[in-house]
């Protein structure tokens, strides 16, 4: 007997994750862009945290498929 249920309680799967950094001297700004996958993702969250763990900047997407992408700026 095979059992082909897939585990929902997972973690999300990163597919691909990249930065680009478009900071200057007073600012601090960054592009998000991200591929990810899961059975049942509901959302996705990017943050930008400082030393101290503290969230300095997030965005957020509600999704409802297995997978989703986007891009953010972070800033």
Do not use: C, H, I, Q
């Amino acid at each position: 007997m095979t059992d082909n249920t897939e585990d929902t309680d997972s973690a999300p799967m990163t597919d691909s994750f990249a930065l680009t950094d478009n900071s200057n001297p007073a600012w601090t700004r960054y592009d998000v862009n991200w591929d990810v996958s899961d059975a049942d993702l509901s959302s996705v969250t990017s943050e930008l945290v400082d030393g101290s763990s503290f969230v300095l900047d997030s965005n957020s997407s509600s999704v409802s498929d297995a997978s989703a992408s986007g891009t953010y700026e972070v800033k």
